[in-house]
């Protein structure tokens, strides 16, 4: 079982800054494809990012693209999530997952979450 561990949320005015990171355990990290999700009360969790094991390919939801950088630092395990220009629509949990196959942008390609960690954007 690979224990994640999300931080950095917090409450952040429109147009601020924030970033997540996530760490991981494990020695294999870096073999891991890993994605970040979020989760807005009332709603589903939805695709935000996702990085691939070497780091050479990243995809982003339409709805932050441009906006939120995904990175990865293998050497310590950690997933970052960089997040600029932040909406009210961007509030949420935000959660990262260990991809384990099948299609990026669902939850059941990913077999191991985080427990969140809460985005406020707010005035």
């Known amino acids: 079982q690979v224990q994640l561990v999300e931080s950095g949320g917090g409450l952040v005015q429109p147009g601020g800054s924030l970033t997540l990171s996530c760490v991981a355990s494990g020695r294999t990290f870096s073999t891991y494809t890993m994605g970040w999700f979020r989760q807005a009360p009332g709603k589903e969790r939805e695709f935000v990012a996702v990085?691939?094991?070497?780091?050479?390919?990243?995809y982003y939801a339409d709805s932050v693209k441009g906006r939120f950088t995904i990175s990865r630092d293998n050497a310590k395990n950690t997933l970052y999530l960089e997040m600029s220009s932040l909406k009210p629509a961007d509030s949420g949990v935000y959660y990262c997952?260990?991809?384990?196959?099948?299609?990026?942008?669902?939850?059941?390609?990913?077999?191991?979450w985080g427990q969140g960690t809460h985005v406020t954007v707010s005035s």
């Open positions: 997952a260990f991809y384990t196959g099948g299609n990026y942008y669902i939850t059941s390609s990913y077999a191991y």
């Open positions: 990085v691939t094991w070497m780091g050479a390919t990243t």
